[in-house]
């Protein structure tokens, strides 16, 4: 399968039941590899974010875990951590249906992880899309992240 590539990024509500729109950039290029109106919701391995994609990505996913697990083995290392990982990343993915208009319904969990509140910060990292609340974006992110969620934040006149 040929991975997906994902450019743009994007800031969108999100109302009280945790509705929200997928943005178009994301949408038009997972409908090039896929008929199915489905995308991946997860929780970043390192960051205060989720992350967004394809099935390309959880293919990715799968043989870095894999090469990490083989890896530890062969230095004779205990993988309990690299596990608990595993089901940090793995359980915490969600396939959530998109319908028509690009509006899905963020998991409850998934939001409570992701401290996803009233908006939602979209920005692409090529295989993937990192879907942060802006403002823990702007306290927390790299230089280039801040930038973005200060920008969209002036736009909505939200701090």
């Known amino acids: 399968m040929d991975p997906e590539i994902f450019t743009g990024n994007a800031l969108n509500a999100v109302d009280a039941k945790g509705r929200l729109s997928v943005p178009a950039f994301i949408r038009s290029t997972l409908e090039r590899t ?15 974010c989720l992350t967004v994609f394809g099935q390309s990505h959880l293919e990715h996913m799968l043989r870095e875990f894999d090469r990490r697990q083989l890896a530890t083995e062969e230095r004779g290392e205990d993988s309990d951590e690299l596990d608990d990982r595993s089901a940090g990343v793995f359980g915490m993915i969600e396939r959530v249906p998109y319908d028509g208009s690009g509006r899905i319904i963020l ?3 998934l939001r409570n992880e992701g401290r996803i509140d ?15 609340n802006p403002r823990v974006a702007l306290a927390e992110g790299g230089e280039r992240l801040k930038r973005i969620a200060a920008y969209y934040l002036e736009q909505r006149g939200a701090e």
């Open 34 to 48: 896929s008929d199915a109106r489905i995308v991946s919701i997860g929780v970043h391995e390192s960051r205060p």
């Open 107 to 109: 998991p409850k969990l």
């Open 118 to 132: 009233d908006l939602a910060l979209f920005v692409s990292r090529a295989r993937f899309v990192e879907l942060w």
